[in-house]
């Protein structure tokens, strides 16, 4: 006789395929789905939040568990104008462009190049300025990718928004943003605690580089955008970016200190400045399709995504959430969801995925106003989500 604990395994599937079921059957009924009534009630949402808040404009997209994908827009893309909001409207997408540096990192992971618990001194341990990073000598390409290293942020240190301000077209080196921190004393030891800063993925990228000896936006064009088929997804490195609409980032914002952040299609700050923190321009569509192949291990190996996927404690994101290899999981009532929030002056986005439901959404804000939505644009996103895990149910 078998013992109870054989019976239980044989009548119950392990995780990974109780995580195939789930995914296969969430796809059988994705192709159920009606998707005219899908888009009526997202679109109705999308419309019932524009209408509650004060914000200029919205766009969301939803990867389906089939393949398809849908695009929404609500409001405008320039108030001015007067120019309404496309599905296909382009956003600054912020530190959701973590992910695809993220990605090209785990891409080296998978191929022996770049092990998480090496640590960075292995690569950066001649540089001049390293000795006087903090907590040097004992940070790991884990700790960088988890936010634990103890690298504080760069990016709102006062000297930084001046020159930004006062010289919108310099050109920024990995070493110059990292030189804001040198010298300074570390909020915790390498590895205990988590303190969200872009320096760490400043640092990230420049040990990429030192590795594939090329520059990172090609290499993650070949290597990760081409191949998962991202049409409207290019690098924020300049003033001029295609097709990207207008921001609003409020009056007396400490990045150009104007409300709008394009004049004459330019930038009033260098989005530059962000690289490997950040560093993209894209559509909620594009996203929400990057962040189904993204963690359905379509991009590095199913072993490096549960890697990736099991994360820290990031108390600074929520009570429950967690921090993995540049992405953020939290919980949620429709299940876990693994994703990343994204802002630059002028734009808010939020990427979820849902493995237990295996779809993908993305929502993006042309403003940074956060009190003008009403709510938390992450909130917003849970009830767009909650509706199609629905539809998906229903079917």
């Known amino acids: 006789m078998l013992a109870l604990a054989t019976l239980a395994m044989l009548a119950a599937p392990a995780a990974p395929a109780r995580a195939q079921v789930q995914a296969a059957v969430a796809r059988d009924s994705a192709a159920a789905v009606d998707t005219a009534a899908l888009r009526g009630r997202l679109q109705a949402k999308l419309d019932s939040v524009h209408a509650a808040g004060r914000f200029p404009g919205a766009t969301f997209g939803v990867a389906l568990p089939d393949g398809r994908s849908l695009g929404f827009a609500v409001g405008q893309a320039d108030t001015v104008l007067d120019t309404p909001m496309r599905p296909d409207s382009r956003m600054l997408a912020g530190s959701v462009g973590k992910t695809f540096f993220a990605a090209l990192a785990l891409q080296l992971v998978d191929e022996g190049r770049l092990p998480l618990d090496a640590r960075i001194s292995t690569w950066l341990g001649e540089e001049e300025w390293f000795a006087r990073l903090p907590n040097a000598r004992d940070i790991t390409v884990r700790h960088l990718m988890t936010h634990t290293s103890g690298l504080v ?13 006062a010289e919108p077209d310099h050109v920024w080196t990995p070493e110059e943003r990292v030189s804001y921190i040198l010298g300074t004393d ?8 988590w303190d969200y ?5 400043i640092v990230l990228g420049m040990i990429l580089e030192q590795i594939t000896g090329q520059p990172l936006y090609p290499q993650i064009a070949r290597r990760v955008i081409q191949p998962v088929g991202l049409r409207n997804t290019v690098p924020s490195d300049r003033r001029e970016i295609p097709g990207v609409v207008q921001g609003y980032a409020g009056a007396n914002n400490p990045f150009g200190g104007r409300d ?10 260098n989005p530059q400045m ?11 569509q594009d996203l929400a399709g990057w962040a189904k192949a993204l963690y359905e291990a379509k991009v590095f190996s199913a072993a490096t995504l549960a890697l990736a996927t099991t994360g820290v404690s990031a108390r600074g994101l929520g009570r429950d959430a967690r921090y993995g290899l540049g992405v953020i999981i939290v919980p949620t009532p429709i299940g876990t969801s693994w994703g990343h929030s994204g802002f630059f002056p002028g734009w808010l986005t939020e990427v979820r995925y849902f493995p237990d439901h295996d779809f993908a959404v993305a929502l993006q804000f042309n403003t940074s106003v956060g009190r003008s939505i009403g709510r938390s644009p992450a909130a917003v996103l849970q009830e767009l989500a909650q509706i199609v895990a629905n539809a998906i149910a229903g079917a």
């Open 153 to 165: 942020r760069y990016e709102f240190d006062g000297a930084v928004t001046r020159k930004l301000t």
């Open 186 to 193: 570390p909020p915790f030891a390498a590895g205990a605690g």
């Open 197 to 201: 800063s872009d320096t760490n993925y």
């Open 260 to 269: 709008v952040m394009l004049e004459d299609g330019r930038m009033i700050v």
């Open 274 to 284: 962000e690289w490997a923190g950040g560093g993209y321009a894209s559509t909620a």
